[in-house]
């Protein structure tokens, strides 16, 4: 018992602490359990990481219920997720009540300012992700087609389309990329465990979709939505946003403005990004919402990390090997740019600059957050700030 109480109790503290998005959560896991607890080596933890970056879905998140599974097994994995999504879920869908039932209480310069700072966090993500995944000019012009698909065609294939020729292009035209490293991550479960939990997440992705149509059952609908997110997300948070605006806006569940408010107060809290869901879950114009469509929509966005990553580990060693992996990784990566850019212009961009003010504040806010390397959360309130002077 104390095992697990330890465990929750760490993972807790995390989800209150962890500032600055998937990369620095997992600065802060190297910095506990890797040297402060010495719950894993450090070759076993970069092996962690490394196999979080080649799954869709919360990388941060997926590397802490790996480490809960190795210390604690099913029970400590499920726990690390839980303690460590908590806190931030709990802000997000009281965040939602308050705009979703009381928005005359709320001031709409700082919620201009959340739609703001939603606008510098995405372009510093664009120009990180940019640099590191588009080196050469095979890459940049993978992105920019993926551009061009997702403006063009739109919609959820849209998004996938990209995604799945993205993977074919990496395999047959890019360049050989050097083995993945290879160290034992102590992680023991049996593999009959690991298939079950593959095959239940391929039966999910889909079978559920045909399943809610044929019920012609909303809460389904909604399920199968943000499962399919939480599937289909590579390269990190900020690469949510494109796949949710589809699934949620264009659908009329959230309105635009509550849809990039929410985004906007979600860089300003800890833990991990996707806890976003619950915010929407919170505001949807459909049942189930509020607190129970908060926690839905979080359980839905989440359980793919978990099926996956459990479900992947056991047989990473034999996937791991095969070169076309990286290859196509590789171009997966670069269409993730892609479509970053897409989800920057709209609905980030047109639904918060509206005029040179406007301008200006997100130019002080990029600066401080590229070059002062200013923490997002003072990023947000800088914004706010700022929106409500302007609100005047």
Known sequence: MNLYWDLFKTFLILGCTSFGGPIAHLGYFQHEFVEKKKWISSSAYADLVALSQFLPGPASSQVGIAIGQIRGGILGGILAWFAFTLPSAIIM????????????FWNQGVLHGFKIAAVVVVSHAVWSMGVKLCPDKERISLALLALFFS?????????ILPILLGGIF?????????????????FKISHIYSYTLLTIFFLIL?????LSNFLQNQSLRIFDSF??????VFGGGHVVLPLLKEEVVTTGLVSNQLFMVGYGAAQAIPGPLFTFTAYLGT???LAPNGILGGVFCLVAAFLPAYLLIIGVLPVWEKFRKETWLKQSMAGINAVVVGLLIAA??????????FNRFDFLVFALGFVLLMFWKLPSWVIVGVCAFFGFCLNF
């Open 93 to 104: 869908i009281l965040f939602g009540l308050g705009v979703g039932l009381y928005p005359e």
């Open 151 to 159: 403006v063009a065609i739109g919609g959820t294939y849209g998004q």
């Open 170 to 186: 990496g395999f047959f035209f890019l360049k050989k990329e050097a083995n993945l490293p290879h160290s034992p991550s102590g």
């Open 206 to 210: 889909f079978l559920l979709p045909f």
């Open 227 to 232: 499962f399919r997110v939480g599937s289909l």
């Open 283 to 285: 505001v949807s114009t």
């Open 344 to 353: 920057l212009y709209s609905p980030v961009w047109t639904e918060a600059i």
